[in-house]
């Protein structure tokens, strides 16, 4: 069963729903279907060069200590250093927490950045930072779910479209409150795996032949679009149902159902018993090994949404338990899993939250929100491995050394997966938008 986690705010997973959101930004393939029929431009074809980098971004809500992971500072005080230990890794001088054992044993593969900060102690506009490369106009609210901006993987899959029938930007098991496609258009939400890939007999839905079909009671596309018809839809009140231009998707949809390499990617029971376990037999660990799965297939930006992380009561507690070596084992096990494929050169993995955690812990035994210091784990295509970038002060209280904003962030990123970051988009209105504003790139990534 899947936890269900809550941050100050006290939003759940099924406070999204009840939202409405993940009928608005989270949509089932045959939902996509609809909303690119309706849209102004071609299903756009894969192009070359920085265009074939993938992503995968595992967004830990609710924001995640920078102590008790990859920037402990074991000479402060008790108070801020808190109750764990610095551990060496596999690159000599660099220490994680002990909390991340097993990350410390892949640090040679990958990328810490120590140094990224911003102002907005919100989760609302801190998720709307990261997750966009855009602080929000506003001051919102914890509880706000907003995007005025679009995301990263909406915005990849505005660039990129639809690769063998697959949609660019998928999320499990939802979508973070600004994981979404604003003024893009909802053509370009993610779609939403959800449920338990750990569970017995998971599958995914709108892209499992329906029983008349797979029963073999039908065996022609007439009735296989019947079936499809059928299919659960989120998006049934949307106003931009293109009813007009839709038969031309349903052949997509066709194409997706019926596609053996489609059907074998999601299929995660084909993964061997070692492979699986390597990563955890949990929800997280499992839906990292679907990611691995579907950008092996070219799903170019996939994110996998873990919450929990806005621990501002007993954070020791909860860091010593499952919930902390689910992430240490399923990220370690993708992280090298992609290597041993040869996949890491073209796939770019991503770890962050919104904002660190307070430098002093509080009479509740945890830590609050703290924008001006966060680490990011980042690794693979072609970011220089067993390097950390930045650095935060003694105590950890602020960014001090090679200092990066959000901007930077987003302008890395983007130029990594071949997107020109200085480009001008244009919302629904007409009105010109820049991609990111400022951002510089983060050099050390691409050395």
């Not at 489609?262 to 990563?279: L, N």
Request: charged share 20%; glycine share 12%.
């Amino acid at each position: 069963m899947n936890r269900i986690t809550r941050n100050c705010a006290g939003f759940s997973r099924r406070d999204f729903i009840q939202l409405g959101l993940g009928g608005t930004l989270g949509l089932g393939f045959s939902d996509l279907l609809r909303l690119r029929a309706g849209a102004a431009a071609p299903v756009l074809q894969p192009k070359v060069g920085g265009k074939n980098i993938n992503c995968i971004l595992v967004w830990l809500d609710g924001g995640p200590s920078h102590y008790e992971t990859f920037d402990p500072k074991p000479d402060a005080p008790s108070e801020i250093r808190g109750d764990f230990k610095a551990i060496p890794t596999k690159v000599p001088g660099i220490r994680f927490s002990e909390c991340v054992p097993k990350l410390a044993g892949v640090a040679d593969k990958l990328t810490i950045v120590r140094s990224i900060w911003h102002k907005d102690p919100n989760h609302g506009g801190g998720n709307h930072y990261m997750m966009t490369g855009m602080p929000t106009p506003t001051p919102v609210a914890c509880g706000a779910f907003v995007t005025f901006h679009p995301s990263f993987g909406s915005m990849v899959s505005h660039d990129r479209g639809l690769r063998h029938g697959m949609p660019a930007y998928m999320s499990m098991p939802q979508v973070s409150r600004s994981g979404g496609p604003n003024f893009l258009g909802g053509q370009h939400a993610p779609f939403v795996i959800d449920g338990n890939p750990n569970g017995e007999g998971f599958k995914v839905r709108d892209v499992v032949l329906p029983p008349a079909i797979s029963e073999g009671r039908a065996d022609n596309r007439q009735a296989l679009r019947k079936a499809l018809d059928q299919m659960q839809r989120h998006t049934e009140k949307l106003a931009d149902d293109p009813a007009v231009t839709f038969d031309k998707f349903y052949e997509q949809g066709i194409d997706l159902v019926a596609s053996p390499q489609a059907q074998q990617a999601f299929d995660i029971a084909r993964e061997s018993a070692k492979v699986r376990d390597a990563y955890g037999r949990n929800d997280l660990g499992q839906r990292m090994l679907m990611a691995r799965r579907l950008v092996e297939v070219g799903v170019s930006f996939v994110t996998v949404y873990y919450g929990g992380w806005d621990n501002h009561t007993k954070i020791f507690e909860t860091y010593r338990g499952d919930f902390m070596k689910k992430f240490d084992q399923g990220l370690a096990a993708m992280i090298s899993d992609l290597d041993e494929r040869g996949l890491l050169d073209n796939t770019m993995v991503i770890a962050l939250g919104e904002f660190g955690r307070t430098p002093k812990v509080n009479k509740d035994a945890g830590r609050d929100h703290w924008p001006g210091a966060m680490s990011v784990l980042m690794a693979g295509a072609g970011i220089p491995r067993g390097q950390v970038v930045g650095a935060t002060d003694a105590r950890g209280y602020y960014a001090s050394e090679n200092v990066h904003t959000p901007e930077d962030f987003a302008a890395s990123l983007y130029t990594k997966m071949g997107i020109d970051p200085q480009q001008v988009l244009h919302t629904n209105t007409g009105r010109p938008v820049q991609l990111v504003n400022n951002g510089h790139l983060i050099k050390e990534l691409f050395a």
